[in-house]
């Protein structure tokens, strides 16, 4: 990243916080089996915070909700930054579900999507993006939904069971 151009603004992350905080509403209290958690970072000159909502029962773990709010400065399109969003948490499921290549006597095992699992249309989640009005200089899009996804998954899942799972993919704990 260029700082010169692009300087790290630690309010401009806390800014997307609060915003999410609000369209999530955080602090609100859950019905009984629910979990939320956050995460926020910066990446490509974006700032990114992340809600992520889940269920959870007889110890699977289902997505409800995702709410992003995204600082990416002056956003051209909007309708296409929102759907970078949706796909950033469409595709962060899958990664965090079921994310991985293995390799046998040095050949990976995996050739294409009949054995590389991959998020299925029921479990994409209700997914909010707030896209903020900003009149800094453009940043990417394309990336910054992603990282932050794990992390407030796994800080809901911890939310509503109590068990933190720090190694991905999920689907090694049978909760998926």
């Not at 509403?25 to 974006?46: D, E, V």
């Not at 990114?48 to 110890?59: E, G, H, L, M, N």
């Amino acid at each position: 990243e260029n700082f010169d151009n692009y300087p790290i603004d630690t309010s401009r992350i806390k800014n997307v916080i609060e915003v999410l905080a609000k369209d999530a509403g955080w602090g609100k209290k859950l019905p009984a089996g629910y979990g939320i958690g956050i995460a926020a970072h910066r990446s490509f000159c974006t700032y990114v915070a992340t809600v992520v909502i889940v269920s959870s029962q007889k110890d699977k773990i289902k997505i409800e909700k995702v709410f992003y709010a995204v600082d990416a400065g002056k956003v051209i399109n909007p309708d296409r930054a929102r759907s970078q969003m949706e796909g950033a948490a469409i595709f962060s499921t899958s990664l965090a579900y079921y994310g991985e290549i293995t390799a046998k006597d040095g050949i990976v095992e995996q050739s294409n999507f009949h054995d590389y699992e991959m998020a299925r249309i029921g479990q994409v989640p209700d997914i909010h993006v707030n896209i903020l009005k900003s009149d800094k200089p453009p940043a990417g899009i394309g990336e910054p939904g992603v990282p932050p996804f794990a992390p407030a998954l796994c800080n809901a899942i911890f939310d509503a069971t109590g068990k933190r799972y720090r190694r991905l993919p999920l689907k090694q704990y049978g909760i998926i």
